[in-house]
């Protein structure tokens, strides 16, 4: 069993930044890639940001240069560091990890005001 616990959404005026963190425990050995999603209301969800075990990182071109992911392999946690938010960021964003699938965080809700 895998738990993924998301913290640090919330409310922000446009151009503010907020930092996501999401910590994993339960089965988590062999974890390949963890990262962030995010589900905008009528929109498919959208990969945002990843990185891979050995530390290769992708980003949507959306957020490049605006958003910065990391990991703590001491802790098992990822984190997203989101700065400059603009509106069209508002979203429920979720964590995951990859191991022998997909496995979600409960999504924590994003919310940019103009």
């Known amino acids: 069993q895998v738990q993924l616990v998301e913290s640090g959404g919330g409310s922000v005026q446009a151009g503010g930044s907020l930092r996501l963190s999401c910590a994993a425990s339960?089965?988590?050995?062999?974890?390949?890639?963890r990262g962030w999603y995010r589900q905008a209301p009528g929109k498919q969800r959208e990969l945002v940001a990843a990185?891979?075990?050995?530390?290769?990182?992708n980003y949507a071109d959306s957020v490049k240069g605006r958003f910065t992911i990391s990991r703590d392999n001491a802790k098992n946690t990822v984190s997203l560091k989101m700065n400059s938010l603009k509106p069209e960021d508002t979203a429920v964003y979720y964590c995951?990890?990859?191991?022998?699938?997909?496995?979600w965080g409960q999504g924590t809700q994003v919310t940019v005001s103009s």
């Open positions: 995951y990890v990859r191991l022998d699938r997909d496995y």
């Open positions: 339960g089965r988590i050995f062999g974890i390949t890639a």
């Open positions: 990185i891979h075990s050995g530390g290769f990182t």
